[in-house]
T-cell receptor, first 111, second 112 residues
Framework: SQKIEQNSEALNIQEGKTATLTCNYT??????LQWYRQDPGRGPVFLLL?????KEKRKERLKVTFDTTLKQSLFHITASQPADSATYLC??????????FGAGTQVVVTP | DAGVIQSPRHEVTEMGQEVTLRCKPI?????LFWYRQTMMRGLELLIY????????DSGMPEDRFSAKMPNASFSTLKIQPSEPRDSAVYFC??????????FGPGTRLTVL
């Protein structure tokens, strides 16, 4: 079966440091992978999309890498701020139009 | 644009009652998705529509769940009869073509 694994434990990090989140998958050959942010009581918000032929994508303080050989994506938040505290979800395309989401990793940035 | 609109935001009902959740997608979006989120199972896709036509309902848990999209600006997810295990947050999302998905604020459903 197709599986997506994200760190289940919350990531506690000090303001200014870099947070690194992992998304591992099995039995997939996704054309792309997406990262979303979810705040309590709200719906997920799209952050970044990276395609299978891209190694790295950046958006402001966010960076995503995608290694199709390792079947892994890394999500980095550089110079983290308390406002970055949220749950981050990775999602892979199962078939055209359908996304499967990981369980998410909670990030807590302390001042 | 106001984004994806869902109603109600919270619903508390008793077991056996019918529940109807509503969604208005972003104007111009041709895909609509219904998801359910729980602590145990995370975010699961229930069903999605393209141009108002149901494309894949393989995630619908059982016959008690049904979804309709009578026009491009409105969709409903109905549970009849509801059970306590249906308690979850239900999200609607919409998308234009192969673009990214935009989620609504969700409906928190509690079935007593």
């Amino acid at each position: 079966s197709q599986k997506i694994e994200q760190n289940s434990e919350a990531l506690n990090i000090q303001e200014g440091k870099t947070a690194t989140l992992t998304c591992n998958y099995t039995n997939y050959s996704p054309a792309y992978l997406q990262w979303y942010r979810q705040d309590p009581g709200r719906g997920p918000v799209f952050l970044l999309l990276i395609r299978e032929n891209e190694k790295e994508k950046r958006k402001e303080r966010l960076k995503v890498t995608f290694d199709t050989t390792l079947k892994q994506s890394l999500f980095h938040i550089t110079a983290s701020q308390p406002a970055d505290s949220a749950t981050y979800l990775c999602a892979l395309e199962r078939s055209w139009g359908k996304l499967q989401f990981g369980a998410g990793t909670q990030v807590v940035v302390t001042p | 644009d106001a984004g994806v609109i869902q109603s109600p935001r919270h619903e508390v009902t008793e077991m056996g009652q019918e529940v109807t959740l509503r969604c208005k997608p972003i104007s111009g979006h041709d895909y609509l998705f219904w998801y359910r989120q729980t602590m145990m199972r995370g975010l699961e896709l229930l069903i999605y529509f393209n141009n108002n036509v149901p494309i894949d309902d393989s995630g619908m848990p059982e016959d008690r769940f049904s979804a309709k999209m009578p026009n491009a600006s409105f969709s409903t997810l109905k549970i009849q009869p509801s059970e306590p295990r249906d308690s979850a947050v239900y999200f609607c999302a919409s998308r234009r073509g192969g673009d990214t998905q935009y989620f609504g604020p969700g409906t928190r459903l509690t079935v007593l």
